[in-house]
């Protein structure tokens, strides 16, 4: 019964900030490499962060490196995205992913939407 769920998602305006949570439950959450991920209607789902079991390695695309900071508790069981510097082409659905051996979970996700 592994779930993730995402919180913090909402309207922003451009150069805004938010932050995302995503609480985890059911697996081994410890052991699990952590990613956020962002689909925009017609697009592909692409990767926005990751961040590994200690939280030693963080990853970025250069969309969103410099604006986006992954984190994680492991002993809270939760992985949070903070993002600065909103822009527009930001607005997407956004998943929290979490990678452990052969599975694979996935949030319901949480819409931002960055407009004027």
């Known amino acids: 019964q592994a779930q993730l769920v995402e919180s913090g998602g909402g309207l922003v305006q451009p150069g805004g900030s938010l932050r995302l949570s995503c609480v985890a439950s059911g697996f081994m959450f410890e052991l699990s490499v952590l990613s956020w991920y962002r689909q925009a209607p017609g697009k592909e789902r692409e990767l926005v962060a990751t961040i590994t079991q200690l939280g030693s390695t963080t990853n970025y695309p250069d969309s969103v490196k410099g604006r986006f900071t992954i984190s994680r508790d492991n002993a809270k069981k939760t992985v949070d995205l903070q993002m600065d510097s909103l822009k527009p082409e930001d607005t997407a659905v956004y998943y929290c992913?979490?990678?452990?051996?052969?599975?694979?979970?996935w949030g319901q996700g949480t819409q931002v939407t960055v407009s004027s």
């Open positions: 992913n979490a990678a452990w051996g052969d599975r694979d979970y």
